[in-house]
């Protein structure tokens, strides 16, 4: 038996696993951690692990928070956004509806990451830093200590030596991905949802959407220069589901389908040979330009999104990554997710350090990242009714762009999060506005796409150039340094972004379910931003124009997002 007592053990030594260890050993370097891993250095490049589109939280947390972002800038690639196809799946790429960007926004980026490459050089850099990572380890057991003095004791083996040893911690964090086990053996986790499915694999070479469209076709290929599309996270969407392709810097393709059962029914994708002929019925030019191609791997992941009902406890164990929660990858989440659960499980440790850490903390740690991983899930969840559809699908990201922005970043990354008596603990509860109105815009959006007539179209939408109010919303929030009186003056600023988006995007939804509606909203018109909704028999009922909040000017979101969709057969007799 090992006597020493390490500050904390982390089972398992992938992205989640290995990034905390830096974390906590950045944050306070005197700990003492390990990380006992199943697998051996070195990992296998290209065809290892899927995860690998960062968004913009997950790649400030790898930068930034962990301080690589000199590495990811000279080892993987950067990315150019999400990037999503819309409209006739069969027909020309070129006329599909586009929802991205032109160009590379500022510094910090995102990136996308080789998953072996990236795992493999953090084991180094952990090595390095002095945290002790022990490879062909396979977890047992782990006993939880209920004695708040005495320490946990984790049972390996060495998988080499098939030798049983146990090594003893203050904190234990579970980051073993789907095996979920501390969930498991304490029976915290709820199952996985059984709508949803996914398959991927990984080819040879450079696979660049730019390479379906003709190169006479010189008007598409010039709103985003130099091919760039080929960096982004490229979505071609359809009915109830979204094909994805991600370049890897090792030249490599990283190809995905996912779907709801609603609508594709597994069965029909699971195998390689059934996935390439999907392809072929619902995005034949996927499948055209995959021909040749040499195929390296093939995996898939029925019921892919779970929960927990507890992650982090008072009895200093923590689940990380894939061993707490898995939310739909529709926007990349995974990366984000992985950057709360540690940035809370090191305000934990190091709270615990200093003697102020208490239930009550814990418990809201544990409750707010459950409620994001769910919150988030169940709103990705509703888009699958309307995959098909690129205006409620554009405007719908565009919303959660903004609320994610305004309400979950500058609290994670903030180290007063959790700290006692600080105000911005309790800033986004259940009751909060903003959570009210977001609610109001999954009904109203799911409301849309039933009453659509498909009036509004756009050709493309860059939502960094086109609506630079989302970029003074990131900019205004995403930062480590706030401090709590920032974090609680940036309140209302956000919350009256949030609310002045909600209206011009209701307002959308008037003008293509119900053009004769109109004229009942003039141009300067405010109204109630809680009470939307697209049956005008409710309007007066659940006061809609009875706002709650000060009428203001809102032309600085309302204008430019109009502008980003054209009536396709525009009503002389409503034109405005």
Known sequence: MNEKIYDVVICGGGLAGSTLARQLKLTMPELSVVVLDKDAYPLPE????????????????????????????????????????????????????????????????????????????????????????????????????????????????????????????????DAMGRRRYIQRKLGLAKPNDPKFNAAWFRVKGRVDISDFVPSTEKEWHDRVPNNNRYYSTNHLCGRGYWVWLIPLATNHTSLGIVASEEFQPFSEFHTQELAF??????????????????????????????????????????????????????????????????????????????????????????????????????????????????????????????VGSSFVSPLVFNPDFLDPGKTPKTYVGVDHPAIQLDKRMEGLLLEWRAKSLRRLDFGFLDYWKGLPFLMEIRQRNLKSTTTEQELIDDRMPNLDDCEALAISIFLLAVEDTMPEMLSKFPKSMWVNAWAMGLDPKKWESEGLFEPKTQPRDFSHIREPLRKCVQVKEPMLALAR
Not at 116 to 127: A, I, P, S, V, Y
Not at 318 to 345: K, R
Not at 358 to 375: C, H, K, L, P, R
């Open 277 to 402: 002929e999907w392809l072929e019925r619902n995005e034949p030019v996927v499948a055209e330009n995959l021909k040749g191609r040499e195929v390296i791997d093939f995996k898939k992941m029925p019921r892919y999104s779970y929960s927990s009902t507890k992650v982090f406890s008072i009895n200093r164990w923590g689940c990380v990554g894939e061993a707490a929660v898995f939310a739909d990858p529709l926007y990349s989440p995974g990366s984000d997710l992985i950057s709360y659960a540690n940035t809370l499980q090191t305000h934990m440790i190091r709270l615990d350090r200093e003697g102020k850490l208490t239930e009550e903390m814990v418990e809201e740690a544990s409750n707010f990242y459950i409620g994001q991983n769910d919150g988030l899930s169940e709103s990705i969840h509703n888009n699958y009714s309307y995959t098909d559809h690129g205006v409620v699908m554009g405007m719908k990201n565009i919303w959660n762009i903004a």
């Open 46 to 173: 290209a065809a290892f692990k899927v995860g690998e589109s960062s968004v913009y939280d997950g790649a400030y947390y790898f930068g930034q928070i962990l301080q690589l972002e000199e590495y990811f800038e000279r080892e993987h690639l950067p990315k150019l956004g999400l990037r999503y196809f819309y409209g006739n799946t069969k027909g020309e790429l070129h006329k599909r509806p586009e929802f991205g960007i032109s160009d590379f926004p500022p510094k910090p980026g995102s990136y996308q990451i080789d998953r072996g490459k990236l795992e493999n050089d953090l084991r180094l850099f952990n090595k390095e830093m002095g945290i002790e990572v022990l490879e062909n380890c396979l977890v047992k057991d782990i006993d939880i200590s209920e004695n708040l003095e005495e320490p946990h004791q984790i049972v390996y083996i060495q998988q080499d030596s098939k030798e049983y040893k146990t090594i003893s911690a203050r904190w234990v964090v």
